[in-house]
């Protein structure tokens, strides 16, 4: 995962390049926040975001919870359709607050029962 | 206990509650104001009710509950039970019964008939239920029962929400564990159908303790599907150990949801806003469901409601007993449960480990012979003495073992009272069922077998032995007819009787019938007792007017075919005009019995030590004279030789001895070589090729690997006496 920078209109914009999930995770936390402390206005465009899984979704909350509350705005911005999967199942589209499109229409996917993958070894 | 097996115990013990459901009612029809009874009859309805509530059983639990109502009003002295009540209340417990099948059936739903046809019978024990209690709700089409359950039990105490609610914290490990608790949400998609999701991080503290491998996930979801509860439960399968699951079935009651608000770790109020908001709860059921939370006098359900509360529950979350109304009605079922186990001390074991147990029992039995011998071979007193020892402790495990699958014949007896019931209503005759012997006992897997043959004659003697009351009184007869069922042992087998007082077997037509179908010759000659046998043969039958129930005759082939793949013997008795009697003899069991070893040459024998009477050494003058018979205590016993019999090659002994046997009240002697004294024996069946060998029942291996045969008592006594009646005919 790789995180560019770039500045617009007064916004610090990053893109999320690459999978966030349990094994980016703790990188992703420190960036976002190392730049949430640096900026007034964040926008993240999720375009290039490959695989997102809750441990890489977790951070984005805590992201916008930590910008919510020090009176800060967080913009995110084309999602993936990972990540709109992911926030649509979550059902958080509405507290990101960010003009997504959702699709209604959940598809029927094959799955099987939850069991565990590969562990993360720490 | 895990599910499947608690379902399978729950399917048992329920069939048990419903059979003795059945006593009660019809005790009731002849003591209708009988205490005991009326309350045993309640709990046996109010245990079904809670267990089926233990496993979610809704049509079970709604069902059952209209019907406990009934009782709970019979039982108070509000009506009492008239032939009308009993009725209904008999079907009601068949639909409990099926409602129970479905539950055996993996928990299939009940079927649309079936839902209807309970729905049929609330209707008419609608009419018997209090009018207050009534609803005033129209019934909306569909399931009237669950409408029904629902207006009866308070109305507010069940949400509406037709959805299953799924509250999950995940453990803090989940995500390092390799799991993703996304993973259980598109899963259960397939299930069914996500009406609702709410996300909870609450649990995720400030951003600087924040460990993005930690999981601070919590959901709360509505889940609508048709899937059983055991199948959404283990979709969480791997991570039930660290994280807080709680699954509430749709119509989940109040207090359950109240409950959980209270559990979860976030605030009350946002939840409950999040519940109404999710549609789990509607504004006015939370805010009852809190205020009898605040104020549990304030609940619209008092004595047994407790009880009803604990509903699903138990398995929804074995962390919310400790709760004082919870508990109160755990000790109340527990109280029910203890009581219920006072009168019936059972314990439930599957069938087929029992007959495992049986199969090794029998090894043993052969092993230890086998060891006997080699030890009486060996000449050492010691080794022997401890060989008698073992031999006899065998025996007593032989014993025990073959005991244990020793049931009562009341097992099948008691399924006559019913029958006899229905049917005397249904031919309009009034018929007395007299059962005796109920207690005796025979082996589990003959039980099993003989219940259709009984079920059979039972019916026969109702519709064809029994006349009609006009007829009866013409005759001489009280009106009201008797059929008699009774049980008892004799010599090694048991004997079963079913016999009515009513007009008997009409030899002549009988022989007409048969003379007709070119069963017997024009000038044969027949016994009274042959004639009737013939009844015995397919498609017999002299019924005038054959009804739907049972024509006298048709299937009584296959009473005979089953009792003698049982190797049992049927026969018939009758005086005409006084009534018949059906006589059954079937052996107490088909796996091992105490047998009694003879050898005649080289071969060596085995009869039923229960046939044996005496043994007497043969006269050497009349074992020369070849006679057939001998005088033995002033009678004539006919004498049977087996070496003639079976043809064994060698000459007989200095001294043969004779074996009486005794069947059926009639006597014979065995002549053979040498007796060899008693032998545990264990039964095995001859293959298809011996089908036809007569005299023969079976074979068994003896202690040194050699094979006897087990010779067929009844039919050998029946050969002997033939052959005597011919021997002094001609």
Not at chain 2, 90 to 113: K, M, N, Q
Not at chain 2, 664 to 673: E, F, P, Q, T, W
Request: glycine share 8%.
């Amino acid at each position: 995962m790789q995180i560019q920078v770039e500045t617009h209109n007064g916004y610090r914009r990053l893109l999320i390049d690459g999978d966030i999930n349990i094994y980016t995770a703790s990188e992703l936390k420190r960036q976002l926040l190392d730049h949430l402390v640096g900026t007034d206005k964040l926008e993240i465009s999720l375009a290039q975001v490959g695989e997102i899984d809750t441990a890489g979704f977790q951070v984005l909350y805590l992201t916008k919870r930590e910008a919510v509350k020090s009176g800060k705005t967080l913009h995110l911005t084309s999602h993936s359709p990972m990540v709109l999967k992911i926030m649509d199942l979550y059902n958080l589209a509405a507290y990101f607050g960010d003009p997504v499109v959702i699709s209604r229409t959940r598809k029927k996917v094959r799955a099987s029962r939850p069991k565990p993958k590969t562990k993360k070894t720490t | 206990m895990n599910l499947e097996q608690a379902r399978q115990t729950f399917v048992i013990e329920a069939h048990d509650l419903l059979k003795r459901m059945e006593e009660y009612l019809l005790a009731l029809e002849t003591a209708p104001d009988d205490k005991d009874t009326l309350d045993a009859l309640f709990r046996s309805v109010h245990t079904i009710k809670g267990s089926a509530g233990i496993f979610d059983f809704e049509p079970i639990v709604a069902f059952a509950h209209v019907v406990e109502g009934v009782l709970g009003d019979i039982r108070n002295g509000k009506m009492s039970v008239d032939y009308d009540l009993a009725a209904l209340l008999l079907s009601c417990g068949d639909h409990i019964g099926a409602l129970v099948d479905c539950v055996a059936d993996r928990g299939a739903d009940p079927s649309v008939e079936l839902l209807t046809q309970g729905g049929a019978l609330l209707d008419q024990l609608q009419t018997y239920i209090n009018p207050v209690q009534k609803s005033s709700e129209p019934k909306v089409g569909g399931l009237p029962a669950r409408h029904l359950a629902k207006t009866f039990t308070g109305g507010a105490r069940k949400v509406t929400s037709d959805n299953w609610h799924i509250s999950l914290r995940f453990g803090p490990n989940v995500l390092r564990d390799g799991m993703d608790p996304l993973s259980f949400l598109r899963y259960l998609e397939t299930l069914g159908e996500i009406i609702s999701v709410t996300t909870l991080f609450d649990s995720m503290p400030d951003a600087a303790k924040m460990d993005p491998e930690s999981c601070y996930l919590g959901l709360e979801m509505d889940f609508k599907s048709d899937a059983a509860k055991e199948t959404i439960a283990n979709v969480f399968e791997f991570v039930r150990t660290d994280s807080k699951i709680r699954i509430l079935p749709p119509h989940s009651l109040i207090s359950e949801y109240i409950d959980l608000i209270g559990t979860l770790p976030e605030d009350g109020s946002r939840l409950g806003e999040l519940l109404v908001n999710s549609g789990a709860l509607t504004p006015e059921e939370l805010a009852e469901g809190l205020r009898i939370q605040q104020d549990p006098s304030a609940a619209p359900y008092q004595e047994e409601s407790p009880r009803h509360a604990l509903i699903g529950q138990i398995l929804v979350e074995e962390g919310m007993l400790q709760r004082e109304i919870v508990d109160g009605a755990v000790d109340k079922q527990k109280q029910n449960r203890q009581k219920n186990l006072r009168e019936h001390k059972f314990v439930h074991v599957q069938a087929d480990k029992l007959d495992t147990l049986i199969n090794l029992v029998g090894e043993l039995v052969i092993a230890s012979a086998g060891a006997s011998l080699l030890a009486q071979r060996a000449g050492d007193a010691t080794l022997r003495e401890a060989m008698a020892t073992v031999s006899q402790m065998v025996g007593e495990i032989r014993g025990g073992a073959l005991q244990l699958r020793m049931v009562p014949i009341d097992e099948v007896f008691s399924r006559f009272r019913r029958v006899a019931r229905d049917l005397s209503h249904e031919l309009n005759k009034e018929i007395d069922l007299v059962i005796d012997g109920a207690e005796t006992e025979l082996d589990k897997t003959v039980i099993e077998r003989i219940g259709d043959p009984l079920t059979h004659l039972v019916r026969n003697a109702m519709d064809h032995g029994i006349e009609p009351a006009d007829r009866r009184k013409a005759a001489g007869k009280p009106e009201k007819g008797t059929v008699r069922l009774n049980a008892f042992h004799d010599s090694g087998s048991i004997v079963i009787e079913v016999s009515d007082d009513g007009a008997g077997l009409d030899r002549g037509k009988i022989l007409e019938k048969a003379l007709e179908r070119g069963l017997v010759a024009p000038d044969q000659i027949l016994s009274d007792q042959e004639i009737y046998n013939l009844i015995f043969e397919p498609g017999f039958s002299t019924a005038e007017n054959v009804t739907s129930l049972s024509g006298r005759g048709v299937g009584m082939d296959v009473v005979r075919r089953n009792v003698e793949a049982l190797r049992g013997t049927a026969e018939i008795e009758s005086r005409e005009g006084r009534g018949m009697t059906v006589r059954i003899r079937l052996p107490l069991t088909l796996a091992m019995i105490d047998g009694f070893l003879m050898s005649i040459g080289g071969a060596s024998y085995v009869v039923p030590l229960d046939t044996v009477v005496e043994c007497v050494e043969l006269d050497g003058k009349i074992a020369a004279s070849g006679r057939d018979y001998v005088n033995l205590h002033g009678e004539v016993l006919p004498l049977l030789r087996l070496r003639e019999q079976f043809r064994e090659q060698g000459q007989a002994g200095r001294r043969e001895n004779v074996v009486v046997v005794r069947y059926a009240g009639r006597k014979a002697g065995l002549v053979v070589d040498k007796l060899l004294g008693e032998f545990q024996t264990v039964i095995r069946p001859l293959g298809k090729v011996f089908g036809n060998l007569k005299g023969i029942s079976g074979s068994t291996i003896l202690g040194g690997g050699e094979v006897a045969l087990i010779l067929d008592v009844p039919m050998l006594i029946q050969k002997a006496v033939n052959a005597e009646t011919q021997t002094a005919a001609g």
